[in-house]
């Protein structure tokens, strides 16, 4: 019972999140089994837990695909809040889902409460260029203001998918370290605070 | 002491019958405050003792939450919670106060040794101390034990059953469900069974395990104890499980003379009854019928047992006693299922598709469960473990699903194909030499599939996809005479089946194979 977590890889927790039908599935399809579905079968909620070497330190890493129009807010509220990084995926071929990031990242950032979460902004099906709605200086711009990444993958090709899944990784393993390294800083003390701040609540 | 006579009654007023006063009387003992707090008092007065109940599910969280499944499994065994309970029957008011002090010494000392570990989660909660404040006021039931929010045990039965739901379609609260299950396994045997009880403070433990959702193991209990919770449950409901309603035509009903009248009315008014009570109600009396089928052993006929647990279950002893006579009538088509709970990540997935789509089902239920759990307040890292677990292995079932029913699509398309070439072989046998004949035999294997798809589409046979194309078949002509399916199965056929079945079985390791790797 007392087995420490030195002992076991770290585990980080991605969700992914957009608008029905710009290839939250099949990004996460991709990256977990390299294939790729063609049709369309809207998702409810999938998880899946993949082990991976992330700068040759092995770690786990779980993967949230959730429905993309909700209409259960309690449910996707649950998700939202264990979610340690998000993957805020569009389709550069339909403007509306790039607005819609917008929502999707208010909605995490009132449940998460955290402006610095781990959170990417991904522009999916590159490989239909033709088909393009959305610039790539429009989805960089607003990534600049977010203070986050944009990158355009494509599900289809291959393209960027381990890219996307990687860099949030690191950046949610940073994020712990930091949140780490503020905590042995500070003491055991500290700790004593805490404990009696969450008593007063 | 002989428990034969009804006499021991008077010398132990709290054995069985009485027990009932006791519980609604306020005897510290029997009435475990659970049920006394209201959450306003949760929320302010025992504000302590949650939060060291809190730290203790955070500190199990900190240790398990970034672990392998197997040990977040652990988590939902027994041990801990059964490690840190003495069972003692300490007197009134004093034994509250020796209690909370025990649990935070407890609490501080298995703090202590975890405060290293747990630094960074400690934080974390701290976080989330504040983010729940912000949140809406019901947030805040964080704090407090679900046992007591949306207990088990002293609820409505409609309650109950939401609260304690069995995964698998039978809707019966679980403690009733894993009593019922173990005395049939171990006490139908056991002498004076229902008529000795269990220790108060064990039976009252086991209760608050099942109210905390804890899983429990009642193999670690005696008979008396699991006799006593199921008791304790039946006691607990508010209403009685006939129905304030129905209860005196119940009573009624049991007391008509002529057999047959009786069980005719009976019957009605079973049929009456809502769902679930009728469910609960056939349970508790095929299960005590069981009982009393085994009287050589256990010495409890339909009298005795009409006698312990008439109060029990809020009636008088005739109508048990007649429900117990006519229980074959009443309830032929009960049967007491085993309830197995829904796998966890530790477990192999089934690798039947059937058995795949019922545990999808269950996996489906308990999801639905831990959201709406969380969705009233009950939100910890445990908890949140779970969620993400319990949806793993449903998105991991409906994959396995879909590739079985693959599968068995494309086993069925080449079973249909090979009823063609068995048709197109007889043929060729049938209307030509047997030099020909034996030329077509091998033709026929070596062009396989290619062929038979080609004549599909003359034939009519049930094969669907054909995509393929070849000339070389000659047979056409003579197939439309041909039905399929009446075709015996021969040979051949079976062998490709058997091949078939042998290769899914080796893509169904091979997957879990894969899926242990992850
Ligand atoms: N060309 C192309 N099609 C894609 C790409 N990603 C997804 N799709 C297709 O878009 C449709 C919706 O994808 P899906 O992953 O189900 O969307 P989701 O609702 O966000 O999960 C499917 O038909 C996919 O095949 C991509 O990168 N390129
Ligand atoms: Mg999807």
Redesign the pocket.
Known sequence: MSKKPVTQPALHKVIMV??????????TLQFMYDE????????KADSYRKKILLDGEEVQIDIL?TA?QEDYAAIRDNYFRSGEGFLC?FSITEDESFQATQDFREQILRVKNDENIPFLLVG?????EERRKVTYQEASDRAKQWGVTYVE?????REHVDKVFFDLMREIRARKMEENKTNNGRGKDKNKRKKIKCVIL | MDFESPDVMKDFPGLYASEIHKTKSNDPEYSDDAEKVTKKDILIGKRKDKKDKKDKERGYAALEGESSAEESYEVRSPSKSKKSKSFKFPTKSREKREKSREKDKEVTEKKKDKDKRTDKKIEKDKEKCKLEKKEKRIKSEDWCDIGEVLPIFGVSLKLAIEHGRCHDGIDLPVPVRACIEYIEDYGLSFENVYKVSGPKSKVLHLKKLYNQREHVNLLDYDVPTVTSLLKMFLRDLPEPVFTSDLLIRFEEAGAILNVAVREKHLKILVGNLPESNRLLLSWIIVHLYNVTLNERCNKMNVQNIALCLSSTLQTSQRLLTSLLFHCPALFPNTVLEHYVYPLTSTSQLPDDPEVMEQELLKQESLLAQIHSEMNVGFISKQREELLWEVQRIITQLKRKLKTAHKDREMLFEKIDEQHVEETVENEAERSTTPTISSEAEVQSECVEETRVIETDATAEAPVSDAKLSDSSSCEKSSLKEVEPPEVPVSVPENKLLNNALALLQIKNTFLNNLKESF
């Open positions: 957009g608008s029905g039908g710009v290839g939250k599935s099949a990004l790729f579905v063609e049709d369309y079968e809207p998702t695909d993309g995926i999916n099906k590159c490989d239909l993958t494509s599900a289809k090709t």
